[in-house]
């Protein structure tokens, strides 16, 4: 059967597509990469289809296109999430030179075309299910730290004994509701084989507690298979990102935070409570803190190497080995200390 052939360039705000008109030619459009920007997009390409098979290739970036690829899949189309090594290796034999959002939707388009199809697996209901319990904790989280701010602020005055009543009653709550959440994402782990495992690889961390694993897993179990440790990394924002501009504006790299702020933060805390407990992390921390490395810095290199370390124990199925942690960080070091491209990959970096 005839199909209709489409590239999409995702980015955080917009995505750039690419497909080709009656006459050949290629036509571009661009859409919102939100909801209602991706139920356009579905709508859009059934009308220019013509009712063949719709066939759609985009990267697989970890970080904007999820919800895209599931929005797609939903609509029967044809999936295939290209790794971004692939698709750079195809634009340099295509003699791409130039490197923009509109070129890029193009390429994946002739990729679309040319190269063999593999069909995207869409995650699990119940790794999607698992997912959405722990966002919607962590927003619950949020709200009641707001709510106990409210409470001190009423502590410091003479406040209304029925609002502080009504502030402690909606903590409560919202902490029942949490615990219920919480049980049924562990319920739902637990029922599935390898995230059951997964689960247990995690808490093998000095650092990692139950709700820390839940809340790590549920991010990083939706990802492609096929993602190494550069972009998880890459995914949760942990990523250096230089500033420089003309001849006289240089500011020293900072993390990029375009990624994933829900595995950012569920990373934040067992970095800092592994820098204590697990011997392997806290010679590391050590190291860094000896070259004059802040404490914020330290936490934000810790988190990048326990993602590196996590996804290794994910593919070996093995348990987390404090040793290896301190070994693997510690084999670029040269006479003078840490080496220099791990301090400036974690360099004035801000959380989160």
């Given at each position: ?12 705000k ?7 008109h ?110 959405t ?42 902490e ?29 961390v ?14 990083l ?31 020293p ?66 348990e ?33």
């Open positions: 059967m005839e199909r209709f052939c489409v590239g999409i360039d995702v980015s955080a917009k995505l750039d597509v690419a497909y080709r009656s006459k050949g030619g290629i036509e571009r459009q661009t859409f919102d990469n939100e909801s209602i920007g991706h139920a356009e997009l579905v709508r859009h390409l059934r009308k220019r289809a013509g009712g063949k098979v719709i066939r759609v290739v985009l990267e697989s970036t970890g970080v904007y296109g999820l919800d895209l690829a599931l929005a797609l899949d939903g609509a029967s189309f044809e999936v295939m999430v290209v790794n971004p090594r692939a698709s750079s290796n195809f634009a340099k034999a295509t003699m791409q030179r130039s490197k923009t959002d509109r070129l890029d939707s193009a390429m994946l388009l002739e990729f679309a075309e040319q190269m063999t199809f593999k069909r995207w697996q869409a995650p699990s209901t119940v790794q999607l299910q698992v997912r319990i722990s966002r919607r904790v962590y927003a619950l989280i949020r709200t009641i730290r707001d709510e106990k701010n409210r409470m001190h602020a009423a502590n410091q005055v003479d406040g209304t004994t029925i609002v502080k009543r009504s502030i402690r009653d909606t903590i409560k709550q919202l029942r509701q949490v615990r219920k959440l919480r049980a049924a994402a562990l319920e739902l782990i637990e029922g599935e084989p390898q995230l059951a495992r997964r689960y247990e690889l995690l808490l093998s000095k650092g990692i507690g139950p709700i820390s694993a839940i809340a790590i897993l549920a991010e179990a939706v990802l492609p298979s096929d993602m190494n440790n550069r972009q998880w990394v890459a995914h949760a924002g942990l990523d250096p990102r230089e500033f420089e501009s003309g001849t006289s504006i240089k500011m790299p900072r993390i990029s935070k375009r990624g994933n702020k829900y595995l950012r933060s569920a990373l934040y805390l067992p970095a800092r409570v592994a820098c204590r407990f697990e011997p392997g992390v806290a010679s590391v921390a050590a190291r860094l803190r000896a070259s004059g490395k802040k404490p914020l810095q330290i936490h934000v290199a810790v988190m990048r190497k326990l993602l590196h370390a996590i996804h290794a124990m994910f593919e070996s199925g093995q987390f080995d404090g040793t290896r942690f301190y070994l693997r960080a510690a084999a670029a070091v040269g006479t003078s200390g840490i080496a220099s491209s791990a301090i400036s990959e974690v360099s004035t970096a801000v959380f989160p």
